[in-house]
């Protein structure tokens, strides 16, 4: 377990995530959250300082040419990268705004918790740089690793099968069928970037049961 909380604290520090051996029968205690764009307000309304810098693993990996300046930490933790990383102070509506722009842009955001479970980072990450991200999206235990608060559903009688949903989903929820787009909802982890695409409305938006 403390391998499991060395890597979220570390991945906001640009720092690798340490390989973990999950047990059969051992509960895991989540660490990293998909946030959904209705959930940022009131988690950056709340913050007490909210500092801005680079995102490590784009600047370091540089698989992708997605925004860089878009990584947020919260409170202490802007306090202590604002004196040793010269990372700059924001207002949280700057912040919100930031985050509507890198949503738009396709990138999940990705809050991760201290040992108190209060919210220290928020991350906006692509699954082709990001060192948490992109695990995530790669294998079948991410329902273990990761949580999230809203779930998308999908219309296949109003879906016209343009197929942007497919293009924005970094979890591969839908896919192309034969007979159109498929959804799985087990596959989903309520970013909301499909719902925003979608030209016809045929994703809907609701908070896990």
């Known amino acids: 377990m403390s391998d499991s909380k060395a890597r979220a604290a570390d991945a906001p520090e640009g720092k690798n995530p340490n390989p973990l051996t999950i047990p059969v029968n051992v509960s895991i205690e989540l660490k990293e959250v998909v946030l959904a764009q209705p959930e940022m307000e009131e988690i950056l309304g709340a913050a007490r300082r909210i500092a801005v810098g680079a995102c490590y693993c784009r600047t370091e990996n540089g698989n992708c040419d997605r925004p860089k300046e878009v990584c947020l930490t919260l409170d202490a933790d802007a306090d202590r990268k604002i004196a040793e990383d010269a990372w700059q102070e924001i207002e949280a509506q700057d ?3 930031l985050l509507e722009a890198t949503h738009r842009a396709g990138l ?3 809050a991760f918790r201290n040992q108190a479970e209060e919210i220290t980072a928020v991350c906006s990450c692509c699954s082709c ?3 948490a991200l992109g695990p995530l999206t790669k294998h079948t235990y991410k329902d273990g690793v990761v949580s999230s608060s809203h779930i998308a559903t999908h219309n296949e009688e109003t879906c016209v099968d343009c197929g942007l949903c497919i293009e924005r989903c970094h979890f591969d929820a839908f896919t192309r069928e034969d007979n159109g787009i498929l959804f799985d909802p087990n596959q989903c982890f309520g970013c909301g970037l499909c719902v925003s ?5 045929a994703i809907g938006f609701h908070t896990r049961s």
């Open 95 to 97: 912040a919100l705004q």
């Open 129 to 131: 740089c990001c060192e």
């Open 108 to 110: 999940v955001h990705l």
């Open 197 to 201: 695409t979608c030209p016809v409305g």
